[in-house]
């Protein structure tokens, strides 16, 4: 039948030579390649992570877990008006409103602030719409922080009290794997 | 010939045994590490400096996992089995001469667990009988899979120990015993030709029958890539599928003890057992020139034969690692017809070859 494509190739199944029956000089082809990477592996540094040693860098725009910013003067720069639920493609984000008080200046830039805000780990996807859409500058995806796996679902779900930026960065989380002045940036230069 | 006293040659065997044992031990952590290397990893490198107790830590782990019988298995042939499997391998070991004498003033003591002048079918003997462990061990399994594993076991031994014995008569055809002292002895030579040394062994007079007998060998010790009996893409584990524990512990163990035994046996018969280049000349210029005694430069010879030997047995036992982790597995048809279609031929032609040589007196 003639092909429609006429791109098929006749393969021809020809009888194998006898050093190929012979099996011989193939096997003494492959261990010679064997025994190459027998050496290399020996002489030469692994291309092996010796993961708790060693971690893999993040990239530099790696977006993690985010976080809830606050100003220069410690205020959270949040005023809950919602761009960030309405960009999220997952519907991750929730938040409740509230009106700051006299005397919670300190606290809080706006007038206007979140009373609770939680994000989903589950559904998000880390897209970063969240934080293109910010017009306040509060929501960060940092480059450094990773989710960690958890036994219950609701343990996903973050609320003020995982996002919002500690008031002194000492104190932020060590957890997840920290990416190191240096190693950031041997990578920029890397990439670029 | 005057036997050494019965006490030396009781602890000759225990060191040949506990040196078995101890190769096999390492054998489990050189696979890792030379697959590793061969695959461009690490291997095991934490128990230990260079991971070097990583043995240990797995005989750890063997000795304290759940011990699992299977339903409506044979409990008795189910111990039995890998037992027997050990038993065999260990045993096989005791006719290797290692090394020539050690002569220690009016004592002697030849390297060599029992001086028998049958060593040879001796060693054949304990390798068919080797199949039966895993026989009973996949029988007793009461699993379809084990039972395949054993059945090809069986079948691939029996097929393959064909042609080797074949191939190993051409070599008794010029060494005229099957004594496996006597055929090292008669891989020396005292001529004063340079490369005579290595030329005087047997696998110079018998390339062919050696490349038979390696292959037979690889079979015989269910190695890649003649390792249809455990075969895991067709058969999880084969005979060892039900296999826990240090049950599954013996069998491995007993795999890497043939490994070495063959590898043993391949340096004797082919690569001169523990005769090495100019061993003649040096033995003469430690006793001319360093002025030190006969006896003691007989000693120093043979300490210098058993590194020699065993370098032979390190280099087979990594070529046995090496083509397993270079060469993909056998289909079982391609197996059984290699084994009777060419390989048996072959070792044929060798013999009709090799007789042919010696009637001409080409070789002797």
Same mark, same amino acid.
């Given at each position: 039948m003639e092909s429609l494509s006429k791109r098929a190739k006749v393969l021809e199944k020809k009888p194998m030579t006898l050093a190929e029956r012979a099996y011989l000089p193939a096997i003494f082809q492959g261990l010679s390649i064997t025994m190459q990477h027998f050496f290399r592996a020996a002489t030469k540094k692994q291309v092996t992570i010796r993961y708790p040693e060693e971690t893999r860098p993040f990239s530099p725009v790696f977006r993690g877990l985010h976080v809830l910013k606050r100003d220069?003067?410690?205020?959270?720069?949040?005023?809950?008006?919602?761009l960030c639920a309405v960009a999220c493609p997952a519907e991750a984000i929730t938040m409740v409103a509230g009106e700051r008080k006299k005397g919670e200046e300190s606290l809080y830039r706006e007038e206007k602030y979140a009373v609770s805000y939680e994000i989903n780990m589950l559904r998000c996807?880390?897209?970063?719409l969240c934080e293109e859409a910010c017009p306040k500058a509060a929501v960060y995806l940092q480059a450094d922080k990773m989710a960690p796996p958890r036994f219950?679902?609701?343990?996903?779900?973050?609320?003020k009290d995982r996002l919002v930026e500690p008031v002194?960065?000492?104190?932020?989380?060590?957890?997840g794997i920290q990416l190191t002045a240096e190693q950031a940036d041997k990578l920029r230069t890397q990439s670029a | 010939m005057d036997f050494p006293p019965l006490a030396w040659q009781g602890v000759v065997v225990l060191v040949v045994f506990g040196v078995s044992l101890l190769i096999a031990t390492y054998s489990t952590y050189a696979e890792r590490v030379i697959a590793a290397f061969l695959q461009d990893r690490v291997g095991p490198?934490?128990?230990g400096p260079f991971g070097l107790l990583q043995p240990l830590a797995d005989a750890v782990k063997l000795f304290t996992k759940e011990e699992f019988f299977p339903a409506g298995a044979n409990r008795a042939l189910f111990v039995f089995g890998p037992c027997l499997a050990m038993i065999t391998a260990l045993m096989?070991?005791?006719?290797? %001469? +290692?090394?020539n004498v050690l002569q220690f003033g009016e004592t002697a003591i030849h390297l060599q667990g029992i001086e028998i002048n049958v060593g040879m079918l001796y060693v054949f003997g304990m390798v068919s009988l080797g199949v039966y462990g895993i026989m009973i061990g996949g029988w007793a399994s009461n699993n379809k899979f084990s039972l395949l594993g054993a059945i090809r076991a069986a079948s691939q031994n029996i097929s393959y120990e064909i042609a080797m014995g074949l191939a190993l008569i051409a070599v008794l055809m010029m060494?005229?015993?099957?004594?496996l002292r006597e055929i090292t002895f008669q891989q020396a030579s005292d001529a004063p030709f340079v490369w005579q040394d290595i030329f005087n062994w047997n696998v110079m007079k018998q390339p062919l029958g050696f490349i038979i007998f390696i292959v037979c060998a690889f079979a015989e010790t269910n190695?890649? %890539? +003649?390792?249809?009996?455990?075969c895991e893409t067709e058969l999880?584990?084969?005979?060892?599928?039900e296999y826990s524990s240090m049950k599954m512990g013996l069998y491995l163990f007993a795999e890497y003890i043939n490994v070495f035994v063959a590898s043993a046996v391949m340096s004797v018969l082919y690569f001169g057992g523990f005769n090495f280049p100019f061993q003649a000349e040096l033995r003469n210029w430690l006793v001319?020139?360093?002025?030190?005694e006969l006896v003691t430069a007989s000693n120093i010879i043979t300490i210098l034969g058993l590194v020699g030997l065993f370098a032979k047995i390190f280099s087979f036992i990594f070529f046995f690692m090496w083509v397993r982790w270079t060469l993909p597995r056998f289909r079982y048809d391609q197996l059984m017809r290699l084994g009777w279609t060419i390989l048996i031929p072959l070792a044929i032609f060798n013999i009709l070859l090799t007789g042919g040589l010696i009637t001409f007196g080409i070789i002797k």
């Open positions: 220069e003067k410690g205020r959270e720069r949040c005023t809950a008006c919602g996807i880390f897209c970063g219950e679902r609701d343990e996903f779900i973050y609320g002194t960065p000492d104190n932020r989380s060590k957890r | 490198d934490r128990a096989s070991s005791a006719v290797i %001469p +290692f090394g060494s005229g015993s099957l004594s190695r890649t %890539p +003649f390792d249809l009996p455990e999880i584990g084969g005979y060892h599928t001319s020139a360093q002025g030190l």
